[in-house]
């Protein structure tokens, strides 16, 4: 089973915090993407196969960290400060390589999503 599982989202208000979660069977970079109705899937954050590279969107900078356990092959996204733009589905996705990437090309294996909700 190569494809992902994300956990985790939900509906919280502006201010609050959530983790997501993802775990995948092989530990190769992993990426966050999200995608609001009507709009492109957006990059969220990637990290490298070791952990030692991540990079993030513009939007969630600061706000957003994205870790590994490649112990129990989970990939965590913390979210912190959540702003209701940050309402999407989030999806979990498995690289193609092990440096990790912005561009989704780059990655082979998606998630199903979960849903993130943040009221105003």
């Known amino acids: 089973q190569v494809q992902p599982l994300e956990s985790g989202g939900g509906l919280v208000q502006a201010g609050d915090s959530l983790t997501l979660s993802c775990v995948a069977s092989?530990?190769?970079?992993m990426g966050w993407f999200r995608q609001a109705p009507g709009k492109e899937r957006e990059f969220v954050a990637a990290i490298s196969w070791n952990g030692a590279w991540t990079q993030y969107g513009e939007p969630v900078k600061g706000r957003f960290t994205i870790s590994r356990d490649n112990a129990v092959n989970t990939v965590n996204l913390q979210m912190n400060t959540l702003k209701p733009e940050d309402t999407a589905v989030y999806y979990c996705?498995?690289?193609?390589?092990?440096?990790?990437?912005?561009?989704?090309?780059?990655?082979?294996?998606w998630g199903q999503g979960t849903q993130v909700t943040v009221s105003s």
């Open positions: 092989r530990n190769n970079a």
């Open positions: 996705a498995v690289g193609s390589g092990l440096l990790g990437s912005t561009s989704v090309t780059e990655y082979d294996y």
